[in-house]
């Protein structure tokens, strides 16, 4: 080992140049030099050609797990991972030879308990035509890489049950078609609907629903094929593409299905949360991935139909095939706009600096024909899409929250309510014309009214998007993205949105004070959004830990059950202060 680091980088003897004031001042250099290597916050190493490491300092011992003089020992591919090896030589020969002056590289280094550890690698030579010295500097990005690792996870995951998601099942499903055009060689798309999952969430609670749903998803892992792919596509519903499956291997799997969700239990002390399940089928047949979700979902509605716990199967040479769920369901829609049968409840939206209400959601539910039970938009708003009668709704609420505004305004009050919007109806001519005319017919403040827009809406249709919250923005509403961070392949689209609020994806609230991770994508979210000059709005905050975590972040504002649970509307205008 080379004991003093002015010598492994080649000091000159400075007694011969006669110069007293000189040779004190190299010495101060010289001393300043070890000060900072040996305390530098960075792993730093001298390293002669060979790659043999000279001297090291305390900081690569503290990211390597070895001790400086074991270090001394040890060559630099030594010290890293076979694979990351063959990288380091070429560079580093590349630097030698003086093709280049430096080089910056990702790499692993094998600490001494064996564990890899990624490290950013700069390293340069001593300014010699054929240096004779090199300074490697090793950074610590191990937690870097564990955020990029979840954040390309969860793209394509679902981040409770760790199953595909609706954008990857759709994926894999148009590449499964393409292959079935091309081989014939059948195949089949499952839906599952859970039979009173909605009971389980408002019995035991949401806690024990979602382990429900972990649980639920392990079991289907475990039944699946190698070749089979899995989805929760939102809520309780599911989904199983099956490749190469005839009628006869369907009829099997949809069997098993029926009966694994039966079995399916969670236990809450002396109590049992059970549910079934409604499994819809349909048979490949040079069909589209669009029409194939389609006609699965509507099997999987005529078996709920039929009492649930139990399956359908489309089968596109049945000569009787189930649309009869399709027309019964946009029937009951259009009765329900007819009859005035939809109602809004609002959540409040709480502001961390300020410590008050800055907003109410609008959310929206649906009396059934009887007028005794609600029905919540998880249960109406994608067959609403199906059926193009989504733009009829998303109207509807918008004047009510115009016609709220407005008499809020009349009594000198400015109440602000955001509306969220479907992505079909963003790029409608006629939800865009009735947006301006109720805006110029009331008179109100647009900046009282706030649009959201999924983050998974506004990418599918960017363009449309773009030009839909320019318009708002232009006519002085404000526009929110919602759940964003539910794809993370949006964060390249946030230069191009126009947007006020970012409103963060609950699956990063809910299980934020045990979650690192979680912590570091929210701080990475506030950190953009505040560049940016915007908003953060949290979701799904359940308790007090949960809140303090998000304000220490920098998040501005928050909603869920501990600011308020959704209540009607009337109930909360009245409690308005005057």
């Known amino acids: 080992m080379v004991g003093d680091v002015g010598d492994a980088v080649g000091d000159e003897d400075d007694s011969s140049s006669g110069n007293g004031d000189a040779g004190l001042e190299v010495a101060k ?15 730093m190493a001298i390293v002669d050609p060979s790659g043999a490491i000279v001297i090291a300092n305390d900081s690569l011992s503290q990211v390597t797990g070895h001790s400086t003089d074991e270090l001394a020992q040890r060559t630099i591919p030594e010290l890293m991972v076979p694979a990351d090896r ?24 094998q600490r001494a308990d064996e564990s890899p550890v990624w490290v950013a690698l700069a390293a340069s030579g001593d300014g010699a035509a054929a240096p004779t010295t090199l300074t490697y500097q090793f950074q610590d990005i191990s937690e870097r890489r564990e955020l990029e690792v979840r954040l390309r996870y969860l793209v394509d995951h679902d981040l409770l049950t760790g199953l595909f998601n609706r954008h990857r099942f759709e994926q894999e499903l148009t590449s499964q078609v393409q292959r079935h055009r091309r081989f014939d060689e059948g195949g089949a798309v499952v839906m599952i609907d859970l039979d009173g999952f909605k009971a389980v969430n408002d019995h035991f609670g949401h806690a ?27 809520g309780d519903e599911f989904a199983v593409l099956l490749p190469a499956a005839d009628r006869k291997t369907v009829d099997v799997v949809a069997t098993e299905l029926v009966a694994l969700v039966r079995r399916q239990v969670s236990v809450l002390g002396n109590e049992q949360a059970r549910v079934t399940a409604s499994v819809g089928v349909a048979l490949f047949d040079n069909l589209g991935e669009g029409e194939m979700l389609a006609l699965a979902d509507a099997a999987m509605y005529a078996a709920k139909d039929s009492g649930g716990d139990r399956f359908v199967v489309f089968d596109p040479h049945d000569p009787r095939p189930p649309h009869s769920r399709q027309a019964g369901e946009a029937s009951r829609l259009r009765r329900a706009l007819a009859d005035d ?42 067959a609403a899409e199906r059926f193009g009668l989504i733009a009829a709704i998303d109207t509807w609420v918008v004047s009510q929250a115009v016609r709220l505004i407005a008499a809020q305004a009349r009594e000198g009050r400015r109440h602000v309510l955001s509306v969220n919007l479907s992505g079909r109806s963003v790029g409608d001519p006629a939800v865009d014309a009735h947006i301006d005319r109720e805006l110029r017919d009331s008179g109100i403040d647009p900046s009282c009214l706030v649009f959201e827009l999924t983050e998974t809406a506004a990418i599918g249709n960017i363009e449309a998007a773009i030009a839909f919250s320019q318009r708002l923005q232009s006519r002085g509403c404000r526009f929110a993205l919602d759940d964003f961070g539910a794809g993370f392949a949006s964060f390249y689209y946030l230069k191009r949105l ?33 560049g940016m000059g915007k908003q953060t709005i949290a979701e799904f905050v359940t308790g007090k830990e949960t809140g303090d975590l998000l304000m220490a972040s920098g998040v501005d504002h928050v909603q869920g059950f501990h600011i308020g649970r959704p209540v009607p509307v009337e109930k909360v205008l009245a409690a308005l202060p005057a």
């Open 29 to 43: 250099l010289r001393e300043l030099f070890r000060t900072a290597f040996s305390h530098a916050p960075l792993g």
């Open 86 to 109: 063959e990288l380091e030589a070429d560079q580093r020969r590349c630097l030698l030879d003086g093709d280049v002056s430096s080089f910056q590289a990702s790499v692993r280094l």
């Open 208 to 234: 024990v629903g979602d382990e429900l749903l972990r649980a639920l998803s392990a079991s289907l892992r475990q039944r699946s094929r190698a070749t089979d792919v899995l989805a929760r596509l939102g």
């Open 341 to 382: 049968r939809f109602v809004l409840y609002c959540q409040p939206v709480w502001n961390l600096a300020e410590r008050r209400i800055e907003m109410h959601e609008l959310l929206i539910r649906m009396r059934d024909e009887t007028g005794d039970r609600l029905i919540s938009p998880n249960a109406f708003l994608y």
């Open 498 to 530: 126009p947007f006020d609020f970012l409103k963060i994806d609950g699956d990063f609230v809910r299980g934020l004070p045990g979650h690192a991770v979680d912590q570091l994508v929210i701080s990475a979210i506030v950190t953009i959004a505040r």
